[in-house]
């Protein structure tokens, strides 16, 4: 009788895990929809080898790539070689990549082609009688949105969106959706194959530490919880600066913009971490669940509003590290009469309880002065000051700054006394800086998330209730910028702070910080 | 990496902690984007003799140096403090920060061992955990220190009698928290376990557990014992003391609930590199796993009545001896609750040494 007592605990909770850092992962197969695309390239297959090099990769590993080249498994194994040999944040250990490689599988074709989807079926049928048994299975998908609803339903019309005995996922790359109806319309196609609790979709900003140290500094340190709210924050800015343009990517950001490529998604994830109420756990669902909460609760411009609320730019020709480079409308493969914004800045308002009446300013730019990647949270200043600011800068008001990128870390401006016989004040920095106080680099994001898709942790991922919420604070924006195809688009110089235009955002003689 | 180097002969701690302040301040004022590293403090007392040796170790700690290390090197015959402070850095590029990290070497005598605590203290770095190395004994540095540590980092595998090592363990468990070396190689061991028993359906074979063999290198019995001790601790083992092996190692029995027990092996493998060499895991019902270390993991083989022989790689790079200590250096700041159940089950489990 104790021994079934015993059996019966241990089959609740595994008495092993205890005091382990890395937590088990089930068996699974692994399979890359756009394997030989530039974000497996660079980021998958590199960090799926430093899972391996780690350790962390479930007991048994498979992974298939699909893509429509036409080629051989062992050709798949060699560009993959290359991929981590290139692009790893350490380097390889060739006994581990050769291992990693050396059972890699590749199935080429459309991804619209049925027979695609029984080849692979093959395949994760062959890996699963390997194992004796099945294995888990997440899919992938790193391909061009469009075809997003076309692998998820002939994953399902295939009979692969559920295996008995395993779990299967579905994980969706960014952007989801174009906008708020293409997003519903998407979350349709995807919730008639899949439940919501087999979709990931991944913001690879969540998987910054940075970005999860947010949830740290506000609900691990009592220190600044009693001032986080509208009586003592006078407002906010959430800046995303980028120092460099649009690459080769003229044909993606033509279609996208600065709202799309890097509002909608993280930097409002940014403005709901720092702005949700303290979760009941750090349960996917129950951080899910205030996220929704503070997203509902920014009221989404009127479309005669949005002028009002929000500036639209694109990069002039100009200088940046003493190069002269070209205009927006002058990059290649971008139309010369192109109003796609490269520039964007919102002024924001969450209508709850905690954040009534504070501005929430967001701004993202290409080809700015410098990269840089920072939420800085501006407090009231004091109510009444006995010192004379004759001589000196006088008393500023505290600002406490999370730079994300690039180099993580918090700092706090104070006011000090300046050393001297006189009583004058300027402001000095407390700063943390995760390189000073850390010994651990930090794992690449994509690492920490393709592991918890493996392990069913959807914290990090956005849920599909969530992404609604998201496209529908940006939805008006986008239409009143669509629709307006008259007014002139602001031009600011490569190199530069952004247009003079957003600083009309800020009231009450607010200005953005210095990049 | 550059350096900024001071030194004095015939020394005192507050010169020591003088010199060091100036050297930050001076490499700051040159370039304000270097910043010092406050992450720990690490003192390690050492036989003079042997000091270059423990150094070339504490270089290949990788990523996990601490953020101001103090060797104390013990001298026969000295009376007086010599010492030298380097401030180590790569001068940041693009835009970033730099971290200096700090480094003192003082050279001492054996009378200064006991008023060691007077010599280090003024030198740590205030409000960051403070870990002690003391690879060579000095028992009496390591006393003076009581106060002044947070962490003890230990080898249980270092000392060559087991019975021994095993109780120096529990003693400074008593006193201090502890980082054994001898438990960090059993970790991609543990979690291999933990992993291969996590599904539920497996999860219940745990208490049909019917034998546990346990391969290691010679001199790291220390490590079998604690792996024997954590699963022993774990599932709630009643345990017995092993029992010399006709000196082919130790075998005995843990009984898990009645009669029912484990037959637990530990057997010596022809190894180089410390730590264990296999595991060897059978359940009731013919189901067996082994885990053995292999090129770029462990191979895994299993075998059982329903899915027949099988064999794979579990992929993972070995970390070395360097990584091991590194990972030592992490573990600092950690806290495992599971150590000190496994170190006294492998205290009873290995009570009657060979």
Redesign the interface.
């Given at each position: 009788m104790?021994?079934a007592a015993?059996?019966?605990e241990?089959?609740q909770e595994?008495?092993?895990?205890?005091?382990?850092?890395?937590l088990?992962?089930?068996s699974t197969a692994l399979v890359i929809f756009g394997a030989t695309g530039d974000l497996a390239h660079r980021k998958l297959l590199p960090a799926l080898y430093n899972l391996?090099?780690?350790?962390a990769?479930?007991?048994?590993?498979e992974m298939i790539g699909v893509a429509r080249r036409d080629q051989e498994d062992l050709d798949f194994r060699e560009m993959a070689r290359e991929s981590i040999e290139r692009f790893s944040r350490r380097r390889p250990?060739p006994?581990?990549l050769?291992?990693?490689t050396a059972e890699m599988r590749y199935v080429p074709g459309a991804f619209d082609d049925d027979e695609v989807y029984s080849e692979l079926g093959g395949v994760l049928r062959e890996f699963d009688e390997?194992?004796?048994?099945p294995l888990n299975r997440i899919f992938y998908l790193s391909t061009a949105p469009q075809f997003f609803p076309v692998i998820a339903g002939k994953l399902g019309a295939a009979g692969l969106s559920e295996c008995e005995n395993a779990e299967t996922r579905i994980v969706i790359e960014k952007p989801f959706g174009y906008d708020l109806s293409s997003a519903r319309q998407l979350n349709a196609e995807v919730l008639d194959v899949f439940d919501e609790s087999q979709v990931f979709r991944i913001d690879h900003y969540l998987g910054k530490e940075t970005v999860q140290n947010l949830m740290a500094l506000r609900f691990a340190n009592a220190l600044f919880e009693p001032v986080w709210n509208r009586n003592f924050v006078d407002h906010v800015e959430i800046t995303a600066a980028e120092d460099i343009g649009i690459g080769g990517r003229a044909g993606y950001y033509e279609g996208a913009g600065a709202l799309r490529d890097l509002v909608q998604n993280h930097m409002m994830q940014l403005l709901a971490l720092l702005t949700m109420e303290p979760p009941t756990s750090f349960n996917a669902d129950r951080v899910r669940d205030e996220k929704l909460k503070v997203l509902e609760a920014i009221v989404p411009p009127a479309i005669e509003d949005v002028s009002k609320m929000s500036v639209r730019a694109q990069y002039g020709p100009g200088t940046i590290g003493g190069k002269r480079v070209p205009g927006y409308r002058g990059e290649e493969g971008v139309d010369p009469n192109s109003r796609t914004e490269t520039y964007a800045a919102l002024r924001l308002h969450v209508s709850n309880w905690r954040w009534a009446d504070v501005p929430f300013y967001l701004r993202t730019g290409k080809q700015l002065a410098?990269k840089l990647t920072e939420i800085a949270v501006t407090l009231k200043p004091v109510p009444h000051l006995a010192f004379q600011s004759i001589g000196s800068v006088g008393v500023q008001p505290n600002q406490i700054i999370l730079t994300v990128q690039?180099?993580e870390g918090v700092s706090v401006t104070l006011g000090a006394k300046i050393p001297g016989p006189r009583m004058r004040i300027r402001p000095v920095n407390m700063?943390f800086?995760y390189?000073?106080?850390?010994?651990?680099?930090s794992p690449e994001a994509y690492e920490r998330l393709i592991l918890d898709a493996m392990r069913g942790d959807a914290t990090l991922f956005t849920r599909g209730d969530e992404i609604e919420a998201l496209w529908g604070i940006i939805d008006p924006i986008l239409t009143a910028w669509h629709d307006d195809t008259t007014s002139p688009i602001p031009q600011y110089p490569a190199g530069s702070a952004g247009p003079p235009e957003a600083d009309a955002l800020l009231e009450d003689d607010r200005k953005w910080r210095r990049l | 990496m550059s350096e900024d180097v001071w030194s004095e002969q015939n020394t005192n701690p507050d010169a020591i902690e003088a010199a060091l302040r100036e050297l930050l301040r001076e490499r700051h004022a040159a370039n304000q984007a270097l910043?010092?590293?406050?992450?720990?403090n690490m003192v390690v007392v050492v036989d003079r003799e042997w000091k270059g040796e423990i150094a070339n170790r504490l270089e290949r700690v990788g990523?996990?140096?601490a953020?101001r290390t103090i060797l104390c090197a013990v001298e026969e015959g000295r009376e007086t403090l010599d010492a030298v402070a380097v401030v180590s850095y790569d001068e940041p590029r693009?835009?970033?920060?730099g971290?200096m990290r700090e480094a003192v070497e003082i050279d001492l005598g054996p009378e200064q061992l006991s008023a060691l605590d007077t010599i280090v203290d003024p030198v740590v770095m205030s409000d960051l955990p403070t870990v002690l190395w003391s690879p060579h004994g000095h028992d009496e540095a390591a006393a003076a220190l009581r106060d002044v540590i947070d962490v003890t980092l230990l080898d249980s595998d270092d000392i060559p009698d087991t019975v021994a090592a095993l109780a120096r363990a529990q003693d400074e468990l008593n006193l201090a928290y502890v980082v054994d070396l001898a438990w960090l190689r059993t970790t991609?061991w543990?979690?291999?376990?933990?992993?291969?028993?996590?599904?539920?359906s497996r999860?219940?074979t745990?208490?049909s557990l019917e034998g546990m063999t346990i391969r290691h290198q010679a001199s790291s019995r220390a490590s079998a014992l604690l792996l024997a001790g954590w699963?022993a601790s774990?599932?709630?083992w009643d345990i017995r003391p092993l029992e010399p092996a006709n000196g082919e190692g130790m075998r005995g029995r843990a009984y898990?609930?009645?009669s029912?027990y484990v037959d637990i092996r530990l057997e010596t493998a022809d190894q180089e590199v410390p730590g264990l060499a296999g595991v060897t895991v059978t359940c009731g019902g013919g189901r067996s796993l082994s885990l053995d270390r292999a090129?770029?993991?462990l191979r895994?083989q299993e075998s059982?009545p329903?899915?027949?022989e099988?064999s794979?790689?579990?992929?993972?790079?070995?970390r070395g001896e360097g990584g091991i200590l590194g990972e030592g250096?992490?573990q600092s700041h950690?806290r495992?609750?599971?150590?000190g159940p496994a170190l006294r089950a492998a205290r009873e489990l290995g009570r009657d040494g060979d």
């Open positions: 104790q021994s015993v059996a019966t241990f089959e595994n008495p092993l895990i205890a005091g382990l850092e890395r088990p992962v089930r391996a090099h780690e350790g990769l479930p007991e048994r590993f250990d006994p581990v050769d291992g990693l390997r194992a004796g048994e410098r690039p180099d700063e800086r390189g000073t106080s850390f010994m651990s680099e | 910043a010092p590293a406050r992450v720990l990523r996990y140096h953020s693009g835009g970033g920060i971290v991609p543990r979690e291999r376990l933990a992993a291969s028993f996590d599904p539920p999860r219940a745990l208490v699963l774990q599932l709630h898990t609930s009645g029912r090129l770029g993991g895994a059982s329903d899915r027949g099988q794979w790689l579990v992929l993972g790079a070995s250096v992490r950690l495992d609750p599971t150590y």
